[in-house]
């Protein structure tokens, strides 16, 4: 059976809702379930999954994708005459997984035909392995020390390993960036209007504080600011209620787009939507080095092979920016194959992600 739950964050949705991208299928359905944690309903985050983690299932199995509630959660059969494959089950999750889901992990049998995204999880609430058993491939967000660079190959090589590791590596993703047309778009990188920018809420986030200090004691400060644009809101860039001063999806879509590098001090993890918005968007990443080392939360974009900008500490930033200011246009070809590189290199990842998880589940 394929059968998909999502643990995301309030209640399930209709079971009369349907995601298509196909207009004809062969007589397969994959039942989706779907419990969320709050109130607010789908939001931009789960577009991720939709367009790009399971995007490649409905052109492999010719199956749709209808979801469902608790009650329909594990049937074998939805309804006569429906063909199954494998099942999957999808928990994302800032909070404790609910008991009746860990359980059913936990209980499934060694080999059972489930494959597990457990997306979320930013404070490692969930790391232990056992909860990962029953399942024929599991992949999860937020890379943490129990895992390891097995974790991370099948994102380099197209062929897995012979023995396919517990955990497999799954990036955040991106939620806040929408299209843009394409006259709003930079053709090259040296259209990029803005040196750097930065936009979000800081809410006592310590490396956001140091780099805003960093920022603000500079003494050319203001000749930062006029090189590249700051926004501190109250709310997370992109937020369409985020309060007086936050930037609109549409506004936050195109800074990225006209910013040509961005730092990335961390929030509740170094890990952020705004790694991969950075890099959808053609920007070059400012990281702290110590995050892309080999324990570190961002060590999957050194391994991988990203192209990024180092930092100490943040409050080397300001002299960095200026490095990048006065170096800009003699190594403008190095900046534009960075940028160019990145871009290719997640196209990659996220295409492979979705080939692999199409591939098992069809299989």
């Known amino acids: ?39 607010a309903g789908p939001s931009a985050e789960y577009n991720f999954l939709f367009q790009v983690l399971l995007s490649r299932i409905q052109w492999s199995c010719r199956c749709r994708l209808q979801f469902v509630d608790r009650d329909e959660f594990g049937k074998a059969q939805l309804g006569a005459g429906s063909s199954t494959r494998r099942s999957i089950l ?33 404070t490692f609430l969930h790391t232990d392995e056992s909860l ?52 709003a778009l930079p053709e090259v990188f040296q259209q990029r209007t803005l040196l750097w920018s930065w936009a ?4 006592g986030r310590h490396e956001r504080d140091d780099m805003l200090k ?12 006029a090189l590249g644009r700051l926004v501190v809101a109250p709310s997370f860039a992109g937020a369409d209620c985020g309060g007086e001063g936050s930037l609109s ?40 080095a110590e995050r892309v080392r080999h324990d570190g939360i961002l060590y999957p974009l050194y391994y991988l092979g990203f192209k990024y900008m180092e930092l100490d500490n943040w409050e080397k930033l300001p002299s960095l920016l200026w490095q990048l200011h006065d170096g800009v246009t003699a190594h403008l070809h190095q900046y534009e194959s960075m940028s160019e590189h990145n871009s290719r290199l997640w196209l990659h990842v ?14």
Request: aromatic share 8%.
């Open 214 to 225: 960093a920022l603000k004691e500079s003494s050319r400060y203001e000749e930062l600011l």
């Open 1 to 39: 059976m394929l059968l998909l739950a999502l643990i995301l964050a309030g209640g399930p949705l209709s079971s009369q809702e349907t995601y298509r991208s196909h207009s004809s299928y062969d007589d397969c359905i994959i039942p989706c379930y779907i419990s969320l944690a709050g109130s």
């Open 132 to 183: 990962y058993k029953g399942a024929v491939l599991t992949m999860r967000n937020y890379y943490h020390k129990n895992m390891s660079e097995s974790s991370l190959e099948y994102l380099r090589s197209k062929q897995l390993q012979s023995a396919m590791p517990n955990v497999m590596w799954l990036p955040l993703g991106t939620a806040k960036l929408v299209p843009l047309p394409p006259a």
């Open 350 to 363: 996220k295409n492979r992600i979705a080939d692999e998880i199409a591939d098992v589940a069809c299989s």
């Open 90 to 122: 999808a928990v994302s999750s800032d909070a404790l997984i609910r008991d009746d889901e860990v359980q059913y992990l936990r209980d499934a049998p060694n080999g059972q035909d489930t494959v597990f995204l457990h997306l979320g999880d930013e």
């Open 200 to 203: 979000g809420s800081v809410g």
């Open 249 to 288: 999806k549409w506004e936050y879509s195109a800074l990225l787009h006209n910013t040509k590098f961005m730092p990335l001090p961390s929030g509740v993890s170094p890990e952020q939507y705004r790694v991969w918005e950075s890099i959808e968007a053609g920007c070059i990443p400012i990281v702290l």
